[in-house]
């Protein structure tokens, strides 16, 4: 067997660095090593177009298996009666259901960048905003959602399609309300839960099944699982290799236009190794552990929120409900300056501590320079940390804001982290990198 220092030496290195360094980006997570293992297994080495049962190629009888299996489990897990577990990522899963949906220059409606929301969900240089016409809502000035303004904007705009989801809302989602306000003005409503996913399927906070038309989700955010994507619906049962007549009534066979969105209409093989991966992770999800750990992450966050500010550390909209938390630079006395999200993020790398700049509501500063951080607790969580670690990160955090110019403090901070970090591996086992056994 061949084996690439060079390569081996370097995922070494990041291996190191994770261990070492406080990972709070909430998007980011640790997938377990089963998942880790089946990314680098020989499913990677077989092609595998169409769907289980219906392929282009032969030799795909174990494919099937392990594809049906992510399918049924990801259909318990949720509470639905169709799953697709193909999509690549987040981005081709809502770009499918744009595809399965909608006609060129149909609208759209979902929430502003700035304020929280997805590039995928109308953002002006992504195709959701370039193909189709785009409608954008907000927040209002503390960062909240106003449902009432809402449904007057979609009353006005006629959209075919409100997204639900994004990126930095550090808040609960009424699905209910958004759910009868779709149905007021005949559009879709398509929940992208692909931050809260773990939460939801942990049983942490409410779920849009039974309210959303379609749900998107990536699956390696909370949900801990590979880089990959599932969209889930209810509906007939699917006939993707079946072209539906022109006059299908669209919402009865939701399953079947999603599938042939994916493949054939957007996609070619799936990736059978993230597959498996997705499917471990299911599996993981439906255990009574992972409950705890959804319903940790909550504590963790709302500890930490609550540290944070008493330390005078201001937080958009006061709080969180869920896994993460944007600060607010200009309202943080230590700072008070906009466009400060950036050296930030790096005065609080350099203390070993990972987050990332994020644009505030209403934030005077242009995308590439904000004012705010976003940080969360799916990783810290997954690593075993609880309440007490809260805590100390929190003021650690915070010592690094009020003094992100001070070298000496931030070595010291960095210190402190690390010895933080030792009491909580990982991985509890080593990770083969490099050399392929073949075990």
Known sequence: MLNDETVSTLLQKEKERQQKTLQMIPSENYASPSVLN???????????????????????????????????????????????????????????????LLEPMDKVMGMHLSFGGHLTHGWKVNFSGR???????????????NYDEL????????????????????????????G??????NAYFVADISHEAGLIAGKAIPSPVGHADIITTTTHKTLRGPRGAMILCDGE????????????????????????????????????HSTAGIAIALGEA????????????????????????????????GGTENHLMIIDL????????????????????????????????????????????????????????????????ASLIANVIKNYEDQKIKEEVKKKVEELCKKFPIYLEPIPIGNFAGK
């Open 237 to 272: 049962p699917s006939s993707p290799m079946k072209a539906p007549p022109p006059d299908i009534d669209k919402r009865k066979h939701l399953p079947t236009l999603i599938d042939r969105a994916i493949f054939p209409g957007l996609q070619g093989g799936p990736h059978n």
């Open 38 to 100: 089946a990314l680098g297994s020989v499913l990677n080495n077989k092609y595998s177009e169409g769907y289980p049962k219906k392929r282009y190629y032969q030799g795909n009888a174990i494919v099937d298996e392990i594809e049906t299996l992510a399918i049924e489990r990801a259909k318990q897990l949720f509470g639905v009666s169709h799953a697709n577990v193909q999509p690549y990522s987040g981005s081709p899963a809502n770009q499918a259901v744009y595809f399965a």
């Open 330 to 393: 200009i309202k943080t006395k230590s700072v008070q300056k906009e466009g400060m999200g950036r050296p930030i993020a790096l005065a609080l790398e350099e203390a070993g501590i990972i987050s990332n700049c994020n644009a505030i509501p209403f934030d005077p500063s242009p995308p590439f320079k904000p004012s705010g951080v976003r940080i969360g607790t799916p990783s810290l969580t997954t690593r075993g940390m609880k309440e007490t670690e809260m805590r100390e990160i």
């Open 286 to 317: 439906l255990t009574p552990e992972f409950q705890d750990y959804a319903k940790q992450i909550l504590k963790n966050a709302k500890v930490l929120a609550e540290t944070l500010m008493q330390e005078e550390i201001e937080l958009v909209t």
């Open 180 to 185: 009868e306000i779709a149905k007021k003005v």
């Open 131 to 145: 193909f189709y016409q785009s409608v954008l809502y907000t927040t209002d000035k503390n960062g909240f959602l």
């Open 151 to 178: 449904e007057k904007l979609a009353q006005k705009e006629q959209p075919k399609i409100i997204f639900c989801g994004g990126t930095a809302y550090p808040r609960l989602y009424d699905y209910p309300r958004i």
